[in-house]
């Protein structure tokens, strides 16, 4: 039985615990630094308020979902200490740190999993595959902005102190480009606009950028979040193609703070000049269902020994991405992905 530890109680962390309880994975411990209500599921397990108390617990699986910022650090601590590693997105906050992530799980042949949760969802892997059918060079028209407000608003700008929304959100969508055109992204431009004093004035809360791949393909995608933001057209998902586009057409269900309305894909919209073609997605998974098969996918790929070696790959380049788009924002000027640079 894998021995499991959670860092992190915050949605996604006590999402991931459930999916382990679930399992039956030993939970060896829950990490937070301070004191949460839990679900009846979850209050037996021991709990810590630091990581390093947790692996004195010696995990075979360490699930890091905190703040951003201290994602590199632990997962290579935690694979240093003989732990495999689930971390939640963005990988890192840099490019560099993300580079050592990889190299450190290479290294030390351990499997590192990044919290794509979309590559989890059917309905958004047939989306891809669709796209992917329709043939490149693509053009990828994608947001997610979301009006929140109370404790939701209260996340954001937590979030906010280390994290922009184009990062936080972005790599999720970004990285749906990156699997659709297979091509290197080859530049960047971006631009954002702090709509809130509540939160720092180095930070914004609304940005949108454009992506250039080597295959001709490009990329749009926007996120803001905020009370004021606006629900209209907050959820677009569309990729079109010579040979026609490919579009998501019941995304918007319940407000745009919900989390799952974020995943939610209900029907695809398959057009082609000859005629267009609705596929149906009934009985989509929920949040919870969708951390339960991610969770599976990482004890499988620990017992099974899958090659994690393009996930990780594509791990680091969706926050290339996302990390070029965010420095565009800050500097006003285009950032060039060609290597070195990336």
């Not at 939970?27 to 308020?49: K, Q």
């Not at 490019?95 to 999993?113: C, F, H, I, S, Y």
């Not at 791949?213 to 569309?238: H, I, L, R």
């Not at 586009?245 to 398959?270: E, P, Q, Y």
Request: charged share 20%; aromatic share 6%; proline share 4%.
């Amino acid at each position: 039985m894998t021995r499991v530890l959670i860092v992190g109680l915050g949605n996604m962390g006590l999402s991931h615990a459930l999916a382990h309880h679930h399992a039956g994975s030993e939970i060896v411990g829950l990490v937070n630094r301070s004191e949460i209500a839990l679900s009846d599921a979850l209050v037996g397990y021991p709990r810590f308020t630091s990581f390093e108390e947790g692996m004195e617990t010696k995990p075979d699986l360490v699930i890091i979902a905190t703040y951003s910022d201290s994602h590199a650090d632990f997962a290579c601590a935690a694979m240093e200490a003989g732990a495999h590693v689930f971390v939640e997105k963005p990988l890192a906050t840099t490019v560099a740190d993300a580079r050592r992530v990889v190299e450190t799980a290479q290294r030390l042949n351990r499997k590192l999993v990044v919290g794509y949760i979309l590559r989890h969802h059917p309905s958004w892997v047939r989306l891809i595959d669709e796209a992917r059918n329709l043939g490149g060079p693509y053009v990828f028209r994608l947001n997610l902005n979301q009006q929140s407000s109370g404790v939701e608003w209260e996340t954001h700008k937590a979030l906010m102190l280390t994290t922009s929304p184009i990062v936080d959100c972005g790599v999720h969508y970004v990285d749906v480009m990156c699997q659709i055109t297979d091509a290197d992204p080859v530049r960047v431009h971006g631009m954002g606009l702090r709509l809130s004093a509540e939160i720092a004035e180095g930070m914004y809360n609304y940005g949108q950028f454009q992506v250039i791949f080597e295959d001709g393909s490009v990329g749009w995608y926007e996120a803001g979040w905020g009370p004021m933001m606006s629900e209209t057209a907050f959820f677009v998902k569309d990729i079109v193609s010579p040979n026609g586009s490919v579009s998501i057409t019941d995304g918007n269900k319940g407000a745009s703070a919900d989390i799952d309305c974020h995943t939610k894909v209900g029907g695809i919209l398959v057009h082609r000049p000859e005629g267009d073609q609705t596929i149906e997605m009934p009985n989509e998974p929920g949040h919870q269902e969708l951390c339960d098969a991610e969770q599976s996918y990482v004890l499988r790929a620990i017992h099974e020994n899958i090659d994690l070696t393009r996930h990780m790959s594509d791990a680091v380049q969706s926050l290339a991405i996302c990390l070029a788009a965010d420095e565009s924002i800050r500097t006003g000027h285009p950032v060039s992905l060609k290597e070195p640079d990336l």
